[in-house]
């Protein structure tokens, strides 16, 4: 699971139980989907692909059961219309992730802009915004965004 360590560095640093781990991966995993389902509403339309794509890096980075990924999906779409900001999840994901993770994760957000066969200009440009705000370095976005189209054959 890409998200192990937050698991492992959790438990051993802070001594926290199996339902405080939980929760905190809860967390992560709803600030993931908030940040993806931000993404899918870039341009203006939020494909079936698109959701596709999200239910498919919940499951590989949260390995969560359906229906679990259904609800969080469901409750990042409301929080999505009704927050004006994305940055606690920045935040949240910020604390919570490393570099590696987070580099992950930046694959992933590249995956859901291309679920509907294209990257729109304002979906490059928030990918290129949200990998600023995780810290990352720039090559980081350039590397991530080309293993992905290389992956599509959308080079």
């Not at 438990?11 to 992560?28: M, N, R, W």
């Not at 390995?63 to 940055?87: C, G, M, W």
């Not at 600023?132 to 080079?155: C, I, N, S, Y």
Request: glycine content about 2%; hydrophobic content about 35%.
């Amino acid at each position: 699971m890409p998200f192990e360590s937050i698991r492992k560095a959790l438990t051993q640093s802070l001594g926290l139980s199996t339902a405080e781990q939980t929760q905190d991966q809860d967390d992560v995993s709803l600030a993931v989907a908030c940040l993806m389902i931000e993404l899918c509403q870039m341009d203006d339309r939020t494909t079936p692909d698109e959701l596709a794509q999200v239910t498919r890096a919940l499951e590989r980075s949260f390995e969560l059961p359906t229906d679990l990924i259904q609800t969080v999906i469901s409750e990042a779409r409301s929080k999505h219309q009704k927050d004006t900001s994305f940055h606690p999840y920045v935040t949240l994901v910020n604390e919570q992730l490393n570099v590696e993770e987070k580099e992950s994760l930046m694959r992933q957000m590249w995956r859901v802009a291309m679920a509907d066969g294209q990257i729109d200009k304002y979906e490059e440009h928030y990918l290129r915004r949200l990998n600023d705000l995780l810290k990352l370095p720039q090559r980081t976005f350039l590397q991530t965004k080309h293993a992905v189209l290389a992956e599509t054959d959308q080079t």
